[in-house]
């Protein structure tokens, strides 16, 4: 290794492709934002007043099993060595044992995580479908009863607390009409018949070709999905009918028309190329907010996602859970980021 | 003189809580193959003239006249639909301000390619080629590399005559050029001037230069209606403005500074109220 980067391109000043600093800028900017994130969550549970030892032996455990269970975590190094060795593990996927069911919190995570994704990607995607269109429309026909009608499903999208809203669904869809599947993934009966690839039940069953199961956990998925989707339509369609209104003012929209184009292609050809970027930051935002889970809609939904991981192990002062968690979520965070900004540069020119 | 376009009592108006807002009043002329300039502070309802030929004029505003005869046929008497074939077909415009004016996102390329395509159903290909030739045509250097940038890449003055091509592609009968130099720099009005003078007169068409400054117009154009407060004041020979007898036009002419006879004090223009209230002289021909 060190004789190749000698003989290679360390001595040599030829400077490098464009691709390759920015891809060097980009995981460099990762590593420092991961590092800090880690250490700060580090830093906090460390400062809690817990004694993860007392969480684990009890509180009537004898003086000599308390230390060996105080030197077995590493608790009498100094902090900094005890970050060092969290850091190592970490980067080798190890988040620690839970301290709450002495599971690995990776193993809780690879179970919990892809419920949520799977979940919130739904959701997102009618957030999308729905609500880039329905603020499209919104500002073209700006005053007419489509913008009220508009403005009437965001306001109640944004003021229903979603507690009421899950609960209301699931009395009419599926206590009364029966067209929706009750709490929980999947139905009892379908539990753990597909084998678990990706942990999102359907891509799974998908990948099964178990189809009674991708339909019974769509039965499931659909409502919660719509409901956490409605809360992002809301998001989604106000942010989307600004930025047009702005666009549709600009003057080469003018020019557009002056060419003879038909209003629609205006609208999709000309203004909405140049609500891309923007409209990119809103769905990132909104579907970041979407993967931290929604602990709410999780519990009412019986959900066993990230949200309602974190909060009941928070609650249970379980901190490598929580330090998991939080590390998780906020690698997604990151890592949506670094999409959008690379989404800027092929959506504008002036980006690059 | 061929008569091209016919525009009889214009009228645009503005409801508004405080009443309707006329924009343009009763405003009339005809434009043969001729450069006919409009000039006139703002507000003067220059722009929105122009933009009422082309029925621009976006709700909650309105377009009225008797006839806006293009050619015989009365632009006020079609559809939107129909309209969408006179737009850029028949009659352009070119805007202020290249940098608003061109799409930021899309291709120079795309932007002339798609003029030309709306009008003619042609391969991609042989619109390729016609913009490129237009680009040559407007004095572009390096036409295959421009077709490709950005409108960002490109200074005022190319992004100007860049626009001129992308108006002039579908070979309209008439160009309405809005303050078309304003943004430029002093340096390359003239070129940019020069250009779209040369190919209007080659492709025998009607100009109309709208523009706030009255020694351009006076050297550029064949024929000035001088526009206030929505109406036409005056109307007169560019090379006649000097002798222009209504005391708005006098005023604004009295105002400018001049190289060959420097004053100490420039007059300021004072306004009588009945300017605005007297009928609109007609440009018709």
């Not at chain 2, 405080?18 to 005809?30: I, L």
Request: aromatic share 8%.
């Amino acid at each position: 290794m060190a004789q190749a980067s000698e003989n290679g391109g360390a001595r040599s000043r030829a400077p490098l492709p464009l691709w390759v600093t920015g891809t060097l800028k980009t995981v460099g900017s990762i590593a420092v934002t991961m590092l800090g994130l880690v250490f700060i969550t580090f830093v906090i549970g460390r400062v809690m007043p817990i004694d993860p030892v007392l969480a684990i032996v009890g509180e009537r455990a004898s003086q000599s099993t308390y230390n060996a269970v105080y030197t077995q975590l590493g608790l009498d190094k100094p902090v900094v060595v005890q970050f060092g060795y969290y850091l190592w593990d970490v980067m080798h996927g190890d988040f620690g044992m839970s301290l709450l069911n002495a599971r690995p919190v990776s193993e809780d995570i690879a179970r919990v995580f892809p419920a949520t994704l799977e979940l919130a990607t739904l959701g997102v995607f009618f957030g999308i479908f729905l609500g880039v269109p329905l603020g499209v429309v919104a500002a073209v026909r700006k005053g007419s009863w489509i913008d009220q009608v508009a403005r009437v499903v965001a306001l109640v999208g944004y003021s229903m607390p979603i507690f009421w809203l899950g609960l209301m669904g699931l009395l009419v869809f599926y206590g009364m009409l029966g067209w929706v599947g009750g709490p929980g993934r999947v139905g009892i009966f379908y539990e753990d018949i597909v084998p678990s690839v990706t942990g999102m039940i359907l891509v799974d069953s998908i990948l099964d070709r178990n189809w009674t199961v991708l339909k019974d956990a769509f039965s499931h998925i659909v409502l919660p999905a719509s409901l956490l989707g409605y809360y992002s339509l809301a998001y989604i369609s106000r942010m989307t009918r600004s930025f047009m209104l702005e666009q549709m003012s600009a003057e080469y929209i003018t020019t557009a028309r002056v060419k003879g184009m038909s209003e629609w292609d205006v609208v999709w050809k000309h203004a909405f190329r140049n609500i891309r970027v923007q409209l990119i930051t809103v769905i990132a935002l909104s579907y970041a907010g979407l993967l931290e889970g929604s602990v709410l809609t999780e519990i009412i939904f019986s959900w066993p996602g990230i949200g309602s991981y974190i909060t009941t192990a928070l609650l249970s002062a379980d901190m490598n859970a929580v330090l998991g968690g939080t590390v998780v979520v906020g690698l997604v965070f990151i890592l949506l980021n670094i999409f959008s900004d690379l989404l800027y540069k092929v959506f504008d020119p002036r980006a690059k | 003189m061929e008569t091209l376009l016919d525009v009889e009592d214009l009228w645009v108006k503005f409801p508004s809580r405080q009443g309707v807002f006329d924009a343009v009043r009763g405003v009339s002329f005809t434009l043969g193959r001729e450069r006919l300039g409009i000039v006139g502070e703002s507000g003067s309802g220059k722009s929105m003239t122009g933009r009422a030929i082309l029925r621009l004029i976006r709700s909650p505003g309105i377009v009225e006249a008797t006839q806006i005869s293009l050619g015989g046929d009365d632009l006020m008497k079609k559809t939107e639909k129909e309209m969408r074939a006179v737009r850029g077909k028949r009659i352009s415009m070119v805007m202020q301000d290249p940098k608003f004016s061109l799409n930021p996102v899309m291709t120079i390329g795309a932007q002339i390619i798609e003029a030309y395509r709306q009008h003619n159903k042609v391969s991609h290909a042989d619109a390729y080629a016609k913009a490129l030739e237009m680009l040559e045509a407007v004095s572009i250097r390096d036409a295959e590399r421009v077709m490709r940038a950005y409108p960002h890449e490109m200074s005022g003055g190319m992004g100007q005559r860049i626009m001129i091509a992308m108006m002039l592609i579908p070979n309209p009968e008439i160009l309405i050029a809005d303050e078309p130099t304003s943004a430029l720099d002093v340096s390359v009005q003239r070129q940019v001037l020069d250009i779209m003078d040369k190919l209007v007169k080659d492709r025998g068409m009607g100009l109309i230069f709208i523009s706030h400054d009255l020694n351009l117009v006076a050297d550029f154009c064949d024929r000035v209606l001088i526009m206030y407060a929505g109406r036409i004041v005056e109307i007169c020979k560019a090379d006649k403005l000097n002798e222009a007898k209504h005391p708005y036009t006098r005023g604004l002419l009295n105002s400018l500074p001049r190289l060959d006879a420097p004053r100490d004090h420039l007059e300021v223009l004072k306004r009588d109220p009945a300017w605005s209230e007297a009928p609109s002289v007609s440009g018709r021909v």
